[in-house]
């Protein structure tokens, strides 16, 4: 394993994703049971918000729920599907989300001018398969400072390589990423994507992906050691037929303390080996039942 994989390298990035409690706003649910849902914090200043949402595959059941609930307009940016159906308050735009202008990707500074938000507060929705650590470190810091509330998937925090397609960014690399967003946010709400496995590495638990809601310091009051345990009752498994993963361990869990969580055969190291064995067979025998009531 690298030196930077290491277990102090390691605890450093996890301490960055310690939930924050924060003062007023109702958390909700915004979007469908299950994967393409996430959990923000609601308050007056969501209506009329602009949503940006980077990341739609198959679901944007958050961008049409969020647009249900607040009425501001919905940016929708993805460049690996083909244009939805029109609708109102909605534009679509086949491109992706990067640190700087490339071949049908562009910044987000550049995308805010482009639609005339420039100056304007919005809501943020990244789901962008890992391109989201070298975006995040490029945004300017005065666009960040107008993102109301972040939602972001992060991938590959383990930084094994094996939840992205991009090339693996290192421990420290994508630790300085966070320690930018922790001057800016609070991160706020914790959820682990139970498609990806909790790796341990030197002793530690990992969530390899994880959901996360960010909070702008400056509209929210919030400090460290939030007491809620996670998953809370409005998370939802991303892939219904396992369990959801329960963060019961450092940082995430009320009055832990920093330290290792896990032994070299630990539990949940040993079903992070067996739960894609059992999924692979569960595929098969779906398959199989599907041909079977379908012939061709």
Same mark, same amino acid.
């Given at each position: 394993?690298?030196?930077?994989?290491?277990? #102090?390298?390691?605890?450093?990035?996890?301490?960055?994703?310690?939930?924050?409690?924060?003062?007023?706003?109702?958390? +909700?649910?915004?979007? $469908?049971?299950?994967?393409?849902?996430?959990?923000?914090? #609601?308050?007056?200043?969501?209506?009329?918000?602009?949503?940006?949402?980077?990341?739609?595959?198959?679901?944007?059941?958050?961008?049409?729920?969020?647009?249900?609930?607040?009425?501001?307009? #919905?940016?929708?940016?993805?460049?690996?599907?083909?244009?939805? @159906?029109?609708?109102?308050?909605?534009?679509?735009?086949?491109?992706?989300?990067?640190? @700087?202008? @490339?071949?049908?990707? $562009?910044?987000?500074?550049?995308?805010?001018?482009?639609?005339?938000?420039?100056?304007?507060?919005?809501? +943020?929705?990244?789901?962008?398969?890992?391109?989201?650590?070298?975006?995040?470190? !490029?945004?300017?810091?005065?666009?960040?400072? =107008?993102?109301?509330?972040?939602?972001?998937?992060?991938?590959?925090?383990?930084?094994?390589?094996?939840?992205?397609?991009?090339?693996?960014?290192?421990?420290?690399?994508?630790?300085?990423?966070?320690?930018?967003?922790?001057?800016? &946010?609070?991160?706020?709400? #914790?959820? @682990?994507?139970?498609?990806?496995?909790?790796?341990?590495? !030197?002793?530690?638990?990992?969530?390899?992906?994880?959901? %996360?809601?960010?909070?702008?310091?400056?509209?929210? %009051?919030?400090?460290?050691?939030?007491?809620?345990? &996670?998953?809370?009752?409005? $998370? *939802?498994?991303?892939?219904?037929?396992?369990? *959801?993963?329960? +963060?019961?361990?450092?940082?995430? +869990?009320?009055?832990?303390? =920093?330290?290792?969580?896990?032994?070299?055969?630990?539990?949940?190291?040993?079903?992070?080996?067996?739960?894609?064995? %059992?999924?692979?067979?569960? $595929?098969?025998?779906?398959?199989?039942?599907?041909?079977?009531?379908?012939?061709?």
């Amino acid at each position: 394993m690298p030196e930077s994989n290491g277990p #102090v390298a390691i605890a450093d990035l996890l301490a960055e994703l310690s939930p924050h409690s924060v003062v007023g706003g109702v958390p +909700l649910r915004v979007g $469908d049971r299950g994967d393409g849902g996430y959990v923000i914090l #609601v308050d007056d200043g969501l209506e009329g918000r602009a949503l940006y949402s980077y990341g739609i595959g198959d679901n944007d059941s958050f961008d049409r729920d969020f647009h249900r609930r607040f009425g501001g307009p #919905v940016r929708q940016y993805d460049h690996s599907v083909p244009p939805p @159906a029109e609708r109102d308050g909605f534009r679509f735009f086949a491109e992706g989300i990067a640190a @700087a202008p @490339a071949p049908g990707r $562009d910044t987000l500074q550049h995308h805010l001018e482009a639609n005339g938000d420039q100056g304007r507060n919005f809501v +943020l929705k990244m789901d962008v398969e890992g391109a989201e650590w070298d975006v995040l470190r !490029g945004v300017p810091d005065a666009v960040l400072m =107008r993102c109301d509330q972040l939602v972001l998937e992060a991938h590959d925090l383990a930084c094994l390589g094996r939840s992205t397609a991009y090339p693996v960014m290192s421990v420290e690399e994508k630790l300085r990423v966070l320690r930018r967003l922790n001057r800016h &946010f609070h991160c706020w709400h #914790v959820h @682990a994507n139970n498609y990806a496995s909790i790796h341990v590495i !030197g002793g530690f638990k990992v969530p390899d992906v994880m959901e %996360l809601t960010w909070l702008n310091r400056t509209r929210y %009051l919030g400090r460290a050691g939030s007491q809620r345990r &996670f998953p809370t009752a409005l $998370d *939802d498994p991303c892939q219904f037929r396992c369990y *959801d993963h329960t +963060l019961d361990f450092w940082p995430f +869990l009320p009055g832990a303390e =920093r330290g290792p969580t896990a032994g070299p055969s630990d539990p949940s190291e040993i079903a992070a080996r067996v739960k894609p064995w %059992l999924r692979r067979r569960w $595929d098969r025998l779906a398959r199989s039942v599907s041909s079977f009531r379908n012939p061709r």
